[in-house]
């Protein structure tokens, strides 16, 4: 989703740059900036080979972009440093019925949701997200950009009964990076030698990414996005959530969780 920047970077005054407010399209929170293009965007029809990265907003969606451009790229992989991520790989806001091969990447809920809120006091573009309860409890209720992460994540787990999707895990690639980009490979029909993997494996590791000008969003303008508030890659970890959640907050999720994914299937891993 291309909540980050606007269209015309170039030209932008940074006295025009405002928090967007929120309206519901199709039953799902959005900023009012994509309801004045939502046909377009709903008509939008891919090409038989594009390939789609379905990701809710902060879960490390960065980190699998920068990995499957370079696996796509893998016999030229200075071509990944020629341009920004947000040029290479591009943003839909929703995205309408699939037909194409699609990667479904999570977080859980917890690491996401405070990434989400960090990305909200950087990001000048977006809704102010308040204090970390209040921006929590936003979160929980669904009304904020993207909707509910329950139905996305539980939609998309739904989904990849009827459609070609790999379903990947933050927590996974964190755990063995080589064995989730082997899995990345293989579903797009692409062989990989180990060397090129490794040299994927360097160049997409967390502190690498940091220093990344074409992975790091420092060529944005700073009136968008405030890398002195928070840096758009922060930590890169999982657990981070326990810098920030209470005791009963975490209780409460869990007991969210508990009623939303029962049934689902679905298990997300807080800690490795």
Known sequence: MNMELPSTLE????????????IEIEGVSLPTTTAEHWDQIRSFQARPDDLLICSYPKAGSTWLQETVDMIQNADNLQKCAQAPIYKRMHFLDMFPPITFPSGEYLWNVKDTVVSYFHFHHMNKTLPHPGNWKEFLDKFL??????????DHVCGWWEAKKRHPILYLFYEDMKEDPIREMRKIAQFLELEIQ???LNQILEHTKSETMKGNTMANYATVLPCLMDHTMSPFLRKGIVGDWKEHFTVSQSEQLDG?????LSGSGLTFRTEL
């Open 256 to 260: 969210i969780c508990s009623q939303l």
């Open 194 to 196: 180990e060397p090129v």
């Open 141 to 150: 209720a669904g009304k904020v950009i993207c909707g509910s992460w329950f």
């Open 11 to 22: 030209d932008l005054d940074p006295k025009f740059v405002t928090r967007c407010s929120l």
